[in-house]
Each structure stands twice: as C-alpha cells, then as structure tokens.
C-alpha cells in the first residue's frame, strides 16, 4: 500500500499500525504529533490504528532548545 508521509510519498506492507510506522520512520520513542487525513490521533491511538491506501500523515517532532 502506498501512504503520503510527511508530503511524500511512501510505500509499506498491507498493514501498519501508527505505531509500526513511527518505528519504521525512526520516530520511536519520540515525543511527536500524528496527523492523518488532517485529524490528530491521540497516543493512545496510535497501536490500534491501522493505516489504510491514500492516507496522508504528517508527524510533527517537538525539537527543545534555548
């Protein structure tokens, strides 16, 4: 299947969860935000939420500083 991740595009398995596809990304572990089809998924979403064809996702990673 073939998702838009963060504008472009990306290729991955027949299913991934928002879980699986922040590990494959390198995002694991990291505080970020999830954004698909323009709808934020709680955390406590992201290991139920299977991904389908066409979903556009947007992770935001909150970078501290000062």
Do not use: F, W
């Not at 991934?16 to 990304?25: D, G, N, R």
């Not at 698909?36 to 406590?44: A, D, F, T």
Request: negative net charge; proline residues 3%.
């Amino acid at each position: 299947m073939q998702i838009t991740l963060n504008g472009h595009p990306h290729d991955c398995g027949d299913t991934l969860t928002l879980t699986e596809l922040l590990h494959e990304a390198g995002y694991a572990g990291r505080r970020v935000a999830v954004e698909v089809n323009q709808e934020i998924v709680p955390r406590s979403q992201h290991g139920a939420y299977s991904l389908r064809q066409g979903d556009k996702v947007e992770i935001v990673h909150a970078i501290g500083g000062g």
